[in-house]
């Protein structure tokens, strides 16, 4: 898990991103279409089209950190918003992270059954 601080809040930027994007392109996209400082000390969360793959920006105060998570089977649910940012919790970013959806809470993957 990410060591976040307490206090910190967590943005998921809604609608698609393009993966290919590095930390720089992505700090410019909460810039300017999210209309935030990246450089604050919140978190961003943005998913790619396929839904598998979420990176995370973050400035720590020290540098701006770039996190990355893919999930082997599942995707991550998103709000449906075509443009902004919905606010979460820390606990709900964990429980993502986890593969768990935030607004019908179960994994959104089925485990394989042994046989």
Known sequence: ???VPS???VWLAVGRTDMRKGVNSLALQVQEALGR???????YVFRGA???LIKII??????MSLYAKRLEHGR???PSPADGSVPISVAQLA???DGIDLW???HTFRPQRAG
């Open 1 to 3: 898990m990410i060591p």
């Open 7 to 9: 206090g910190v809040r």
């Open 37 to 43: 400082d990246p450089h604050a000390g919140d978190l």
């Open 50 to 52: 396929r839904g598998n």
């Open 58 to 63: 973050w400035h720590d105060g020290i540098g």
């Open 76 to 78: 991550f649910v998103w």
């Open 95 to 97: 429980d993502m992270l």
């Open 104 to 106: 019908n809470p179960r």
